[in-house]
C-alpha cells in the first residue's frame, strides 16, 4: 500500500519593504495610471498588507507589462491589480474568499464593467480628446524629458492609444458619448450598490478597491472640463461610498486630495 | 567601454584587396645608368590627368602638384609615385597608372618631361556584403556606396548589419577637404539594436552624429558631436531589478574628442611601434537628459625582441563622472573583461552586479603583458608555419565605482585593491590582416565574489576571433 504525503510549502510570509511603483505624482502621472494605481493600494490596504509608494519618471518601461502600477515584493515583479490580486492569493491573503461561485462571477463581471468602460473612458478623454490632449495629456507624460525626445514620446504614446481606441470601435465616439456611457456605467454601479457600504455586503473585495481608485481620482482630478466629476457627483451613495472608502483606509493620507475639497 | 554600443565603424576592416598590395617597386636602375640619369637636369612641364569623368579636377589638383618640383629623372619617378598613391588613397579611382614621357609640341623643351596619370573611376553606385565575426558573434553586412558623390572624394554609404547579438543599419555621408584629404568630415545616421546578455539588457540607439578628423603634427584629433535616443529594457523577465530600474528612454546629446598618435606598422599584429589614444566626451551641456564626463584612454607599446619575437605591453583605462547628481545609466558605465581585456573571465562579467546581471562600473583600468614567439618548430619560413605564433600573456584590470566625494588617494586605493588579473598560453592564428584566432590555455586569479570565470579556476580554453 502506498501512502502519500503531501506537505504544502509554506509561501513566503509578505515582506516589509514592498513597493508600488507609479509615475511622478506631481508632474507626470496621467488620470487613467492614477486611477489603476489608488486601486490597487486600496486593495492592498484593505488587506492589511502594508506597500510603500515610490514614483518614478521611467515607471511605465520598468513594469514588465507596460502598465502602472506594479509592485516589488521580495524578488517578484507583478503589474496591474487582476495579477496582483492572485498573486496576494498565493500568499494567503484574499478578500473574496467569503463570496460563493454566483457572486464570484458577477464580481468579475462588474470589474469588467469598470475596466471596459470607466478605464477605457479615461484614456478617451485623455488622449482622444484633443484640448485635454493638448494641454494636460502630452505635456504632463513628456515632462521628465528633454527635447526633442519629450514630443517624440509624448506623441508616439497618442498614437498609440488612438489605435487602440479605433480596435475596440470608440474611435468615432464624441465626448458626449463618452459621458452618456460613463453615466451608463455609474448607473449600473449605483444600483448595486444601493444602500450596502460595500459591493457585497460587509467587507470589501477587490470591486470595491476598483471602484473606489476611478471614481475618487475622477472626482479629484481637475481635467479641461469638469463634465465628467459632475456626472459622478449625481450619484450621492457612489459618493458616500467613496468617503467611506476614503476615511476607513485612507485617513493617514496628507489633506490635499480630501473628498471634502471637492464636493 | 562596450564597443557595440558606438555607432556602427564606416571606415572598418575594408575587406578587398589593395592595389598597392599588388602593385611593384619602381624598377632598380642599374648604378651607372642611375647616375646618368640622376645627373640629368629636366623640367616637368606638364602633368595630365586622363580618364576623368565626374571628378571635378580643382580637387586632384593638390594631389598631383608636388610633380612638378621634379628636379630629375628619378625625382619624377620618385615623386609620381608619391603622387600615385596620393591619388589611390582618394578612394575613387579603381586604377592609376603613370606615364612619363618626353614633352611634345611647339612649347617643348629639350629636356622637358610631361607627365600622364591614367585613371579609371571606380563605378558610381557598389554594393558589398561581408561577414563580420569577432568576440563570440557573427554579423553579416550588406553595403550600398555612393563612392565620389559629388566629384571631390565624397562619399555616401548605406550600411545594413544583421547578426547573433546585433542588428543596425545607417547612412554616412564622408567628405574630405580638397587638397588635405585627412582632414574630413563624417555625417552619421543610424539606428542600432543590442543585446548584453552578461547584463540581461536589450538597448535601441536612434541617433546621428557629426564628426571632424584633422591631423595636427604626428597626432590626430577627432571632434565629434552625437546625439542619441537611446531605449533600454529587460533582455529577460528574469532580470535583476538593478537593471529594471535603468528601463526607459534618454537622450543623450555628446561632444567628445579624440587625440590619436600611432606609430605601429600594423593594428592586428604589430611587432613595432607604439599607440597613444585619449578619448573624452561630455554629455548634457548641448541638451538631452544624461548629464557626465567620461575620459578613457589607450596605450600600447610593441618591441621586436630576439628571434622574431614580440613583446608587447598594453594599458587602458578610465573614469566616468556624472554630473549635476544624477547618477550614471548602466550604458555609459564601463565593462571588464573577456578575451580582449582579461583572458579567462566571462565576457564583461566583472565588476558590480546584481544577482548575476553586471552593471558596469564608473571607473577602471586594465592592463596587458603579451609575449608572441614563432612556434618552437619551424614547418618552412615564410609559409603555413609563418601564421602561427605562440603567445604567453598576463592580463590584469580592475572595474569599481567611485565615491567621488573622497579624494583622488582613496581613488587610486579603490582601483589598486581586488585587482583581477589572468595568466596563460596559447597559440595565435594570424589571419591576413583582418582577424586573428586565439586558442588559449588561461589560469584566472584574484576572482572576487560574482565575478564570471569561463570554464573552471585550474584554467580553459578560450577562443577569440577578432
Known amino acids: 500500500m502506498n501512502v502519500c504525503v503531501f506537505i504544502p510549502t509554506a509561501a513566503e510570509p509578505w515582506p516589509e519593504n514592498a513597493t508600488l511603483y507609479q509615475p511622478l505624482k506631481e508632474d507626470q502621472i496621467l488620470l487613467s495610471d492614477c486611477a489603476s494605481s489608488l486601486a490597487v493600494q486600496a486593495y492592498l490596504r484593505m488587506c492589511g498588507l502594508p506597500v510603500q509608494v515610490v514614483c518614478r519618471a521611467n515607471a511605465e518601461y520598468m513594469s514588465p507589462s507596460g502598465k502602472i502600477p506594479f509592485i516589488h515584493v521580495g524578488n517578484q515583479v507583478v503589474s496591474e491589480l487582476g495579477p496582483i490580486v492572485q498573486f496576494t492569493k498565493a500568499k494567503g491573503h484574499s478578500l473574496s474568499d467569503g463570496l460563493d461561485d454566483v457572486q464570484r462571477a458577477e464580481m468579475k463581471a462588474y470589474m469588467e464593467l469598470v475596466n471596459n468602460m470607466l478605464l477605457t473612458a479615461e484614456l478617451f478623454i485623455q488622449w482622444c480628446d484633443d484640448a485635454t490632449a493638448a494641454e494636460i495629456s502630452r505635456p504632463r507624460y513628456s515632462s521628465p524629458y528633454s527635447w526633442p525626445l519629450n514630443n517624440i514620446l509624448a506623441y508616439q504614446k497618442q498614437w498609440e492609444v488612438r489605435r487602440k481606441m479605433n480596435a475596440i470601435g470608440w474611435g468615432g465616439k464624441t465626448l458626449e458619448q463618452v459621458y452618456e456611457d460613463v453615466s451608463q456605467c455609474c448607473q449600473a454601479l449605483s444600483q448595486r450598490l444601493g444602500t450596502q457600504p460595500y459591493f457585497f455586503s460587509k467587507q470589501p473585495t477587490e470591486l470595491d478597491a476598483l471602484v473606489f481608485g476611478h471614481l475618487f481620482t475622477i472626482i479629484t482630478t481637475r481635467l479641461t472640463s469638469g463634465e465628467l466629476a459632475e456626472r459622478i457627483k449625481g450619484f450621492s451613495n457612489l459618493l458616500s461610498f467613496c468617503r467611506r472608502i476614503e476615511q476607513t483606509y485612507f485617513e493617514d493620507k496628507t489633506k490635499n486630495t480630501k473628498l471634502s475639497k471637492f464636493v | ?466
Open chain 2, 1 to 466: 567601454s562596450v564597443t557595440s554600443l558606438d555607432s556602427i565603424p564606416m571606415h572598418g576592416r575594408d575587406l578587398t584587396v589593395h592595389p598597392d598590395d599588388l602593385m611593384e617597386p619602381p624598377e632598380q636602375v642599374n648604378d651607372s645608368k642611375q647616375e646618368i640619369l640622376e645627373n640629368k637636369d629636366v623640367v616637368v612641364q606638364h602633368v595630365n590627368i586622363q580618364g576623368l569623368g565626374r571628378t571635378k579636377e580643382d580637387l586632384l589638383g593638390y594631389e598631383i602638384s608636388d610633380v612638378f618640383h621634379s628636379k630629375n629623372l628619378i625625382d619624377v619617378m620618385r615623386k609620381a609615385h608619391i603622387a600615385r598613391q596620393r591619388l589611390l588613397r582618394l578612394g575613387i579611382f579603381k586604377q592609376v597608372e603613370v606615364l612619363i614621357d618626353t614633352s611634345e609640341g611647339t612649347d617643348a623643351l629639350p629636356n622637358g618631361l610631361d607627365v600622364t596619370f591614367e585613371v579609371t573611376e571606380v563605378k558610381r553606385l557598389t554594393g558589398s556584403y561581408n561577414t563580420m565575426v569577432g568576440n563570440n558573434e557573427g554579423s553579416m553586412v550588406l553595403g550600398l556606396k555612393l563612392p565620389n558623390t559629388f566629384g571631390r572624394a565624397e562619399k555616401l554609404t548605406f550600411q545594413f548589419s544583421y547578426g547573433t547579438k546585433e542588428t543596425s543599419y545607417g547612412l554616412s555621408f564622408f567628405k574630405p577637404q580638397p587638397g588635405n584629404f585627412e582632414r574630413n568630415l563624417t555625417l552619421n545616421l543610424y539606428k542600432v539594436t543590442g543585446q548584453f546578455p552578461w547584463s540581461s539588457l536589450k538597448e535601441t540607439d536612434k541617433g546621428m552624429s557629426a564628426e571632424l578628423n584633422f591631423p595636427l603634427g604626428v597626432t590626430n584629433h577627432t571632434l565629434k558631436w552625437e546625439g542619441v535616443w537611446r531605449e533600454l529594457g529587460c533582455l529577460a523577465r528574469s532580470a535583476s531589478f538593478a537593471v529594471r530600474e535603468e528601463s526607459g528612454h534618454s537622450l543623450k546629446s555628446a561632444l567628445s574628442h579624440t587625440v590619436s598618435i600611432d606609430s605601429r606598422n600594423s593594428a592586428i599584429f604589430p611587432s613595432r611601434g607604439a599607440l597613444l589614444q585619449i578619448n573624452q566626451e561630455l554629455a548634457g551641456y548641448t541638451g538631452g537628459d544624461a548629464s557626465f564626463l567620461k575620459e578613457d584612454f589607450e596605450l600600447q607599446v610593441n618591441r621586436r625582441l630576439f628571434w622574431d619575437s614580440v613583446l608587447s605591453a598594453s594599458l587602458w583605462g578610465g573614469m566616468l563622472y556624472p554630473i549635476g547628481g544624477q547618477s550614471s545609466s548602466i550604458a555609459d558605465r564601463f565593462y571588464l573583461g573577456g578575451p580582449t581585456s582579461v583572458r579567462g573571465f566571462g565576457m564583461y562579467s566583472i565588476g558590480p552586479q546584481s544577482e548575476g546581471d553586471y552593471l558596469g562600473g564608473e571607473a577602471y583600468w586594465a592592463g596587458g603583458l603579451h609575449l608572441y614567439t614563432p612556434l618552437p618548430f619551424r614547418p618552412g619560413r615564410g609559409g603555413f608555419g609563418d601564421l602561427f605564433r605562440t603567445h604567453f600573456f598576463l592580463n590584469a584590470g580592475n572595474l569599481c565605482n567611485l565615491n567621488y566625494g573622497d579624494g583622488p588617494q582613496a581613488h587610486l586605493q579603490k582601483l589598486a585593491e581586488c585587482i583581477r588579473w589572468s595568466y596563460g598560453a596559447g597559440i595565435v592564428l594570424r589571419l591576413g590582416n583582418i582577424a586573428r584566432l586565439e586558442l588559449n590555455y588561461c589560469v584566472p586569479m584574484g576572482v572576487q565574489s560574482g565575478d564570471r570565470c569561463t570554464g573552471t579556476r585550474a584554467g580553459h580554453y578560450n577562443s577569440k576571433l577578432l
